[in-house]
């Protein structure tokens, strides 16, 4: 029996999937069209409340189940609905082996690719009557703007433990590490005073800023953890001292002991640059006063290399002509947030190259072999 991937339905698939509008937040469009798509490829299909939640034009989370041999749990495959800006009217066009668009919008590769390879997996399950294990198929909200499908997802009614995520670019990368990410947020309350009048009666927060940051470790901290700050915020005149400074920046590392560690680095750094700005004015003392908070934006991802899964992914490539690692990113994904509830979901690269720019295009060889892969897995392993 013939068990490979129709390209040319899984490519149309993929061009029509572009052309629908779904910008984080407006992923109602997309979210009308797959209900239906996934019901004629014979899945169940639920919504969760997601959407509310987190502001979009769709109900929620799309939850799709497809029946397979009994008393297996299901297999999970997961991609997500929404695209970066610019992402309105795309022109995809095929040039030279690869799907691009005209330059004016993003490509919505990322991450209609993954979901396209889900709808093809499906339609060859059903056309091919092919025995199967369970499928559970989640298409999320809200990936682009840090994971916010994936946080309100209802785990609840996600029965399977294993799978994968559709979401990375070469089809040679299998991510299985990604950081836990913190933000960092810094206040800093000066004294005001006239800058030309009396300076020394005030106390300026850039000056205490800049005093802690030029004592921090910044950037690539190690090979494991990165530190950065890309929001500040403060002042309107020019002789006025400085009274109050807003910062915010990130910390990421794929260790979450040096994460920590990392933080308490920069909280130090603060504390020791705030005491050396006591001051006395007027019979009082006045010190500048510091608040800081550091939520945590999402965990880890941490799927051991050594996971059955990840190996027969890994063998499954190799028998496609694909030689694939298994390696780690510094950026974040839906897999870091279903790390933290227990599912066990390397991120699969597809052939989606330049993401969230308008020179993105989709490597339509990479494609096809990534729609090999998978339909690999869902049928063979274990």
């Given at each position: 029996m013939n068990r490979f991937i129709n390209e040319k339905r899984l490519l149309d698939t993929f061009l029509q999937l572009v052309r629908i509008d779904s910008e984080s937040y407006h992923e109602g469009?997309?979210?009308?069209?797959?209900?239906?798509?996934?019901?004629?490829?014979?899945?169940?299909?639920?919504?969760?409340?997601?959407?509310?939640?987190?502001?979009?034009d769709a109900p929620g989370n799309i939850i799709a189940t497809l029946k397979g041999t009994a008393g297996e749990?299901?297999?999970?495959?997961?991609a997500h609905m929404d695209t970066v800006?610019?992402?309105?009217?795309?022109?995809?066009?095929?040039?030279?082996?690869?799907?691009?668009?005209?330059?004016?919008?993003?490509?919505?590769?990322?991450?209609?690719?993954?979901?396209?390879?889900?709808?093809?997996?499906?339609?060859?399950?059903k056309e091919q009557k092919i025995k199967h294990r369970p499928l559970q198929v989640i298409f999320t909200l809200n990936e682009e703007n840090g994971m916010g499908g994936a946080k309100?997802?209802?785990?609840?009614?996600?029965?399977?433990?294993?799978?994968?995520?559709?979401?990375?670019?070469s089809v040679c990368e299998l991510l299985v590490q990604g950081p836990a990410v913190c933000d960092f947020i810094v206040q800093i309350q000066g004294v005001a005073s006239h800058a030309g009048v009396?300076?020394?009666?005030?106390i300026s927060a850039l000056e205490v800023a800049a005093q802690a940051l030029a004592r921090m470790q910044l950037g690539r901290v190690d090979e494991e953890t990165v530190c950065n700050f890309g929001v500040v915020q403060g002042g309107e005149v020019t002789n006025v001292v400085m009274?109050?400074?807003?910062?915010?920046?990130?910390?990421?590392?794929?260790?979450?002991?040096?994460?920590?560690?990392?933080?308490?680095?920069?909280?130090?750094?603060?504390a020791q640059a705030a005491k050396g700005f006591v001051r006395k004015a007027n019979g009082k003392t006045l010190r500048p006063k510091i608040t800081i908070e550091t939520p945590l934006r999402y965990g880890a991802l941490n799927v051991p290399k050594k996971a059955p899964l990840v190996q027969y992914v890994l063998k499954a490539a190799q028998k496609h002509g694909v030689a694939m690692k298994?390696?780690?990113?510094?950026?974040?994904?839906?897999?870091?947030?279903?790390?933290?509830?227990?599912?066990?979901?390397?991120?699969?690269?597809?052939?989606?190259?330049n993401c969230h720019t308008v020179e993105e295009y989709l490597d339509l060889k990479e494609f096809y072999k990534a729609a090999d892969i998978v339909l690999d897995v869902v049928l063979n392993y274990k």
């Open positions: 469009a997309l979210y009308r069209w797959l209900c239906p798509e996934l019901k004629k490829r014979g899945c169940s299909v639920v919504t969760d409340k997601a959407g509310k939640k987190i502001g979009s749990k299901p297999f999970l495959l997961s800006c610019p992402g309105r009217n795309v022109k995809p066009s095929i040039q030279n082996g690869r799907v691009v668009t005209d330059g004016t919008t993003v490509l919505g590769g990322d991450d209609k690719s993954g979901i396209a390879v889900i709808l093809e997996i499906l339609s060859v399950l309100n997802l209802d785990y609840s009614k996600i029965k399977g433990r294993e799978g994968l995520i559709l979401d990375n670019e009396a300076p020394e009666k005030g009274p109050q400074l807003y910062l915010k920046g990130e910390v990421r590392s794929l260790n979450v002991k040096k994460l920590q560690k990392q933080i308490k680095h920069m909280k130090d750094c603060f298994a390696l780690a990113s510094g950026g974040g994904c839906d897999a870091n947030v279903t790390c933290q509830h227990g599912l066990l979901m390397p991120n699969i690269g597809l052939g989606v190259q």
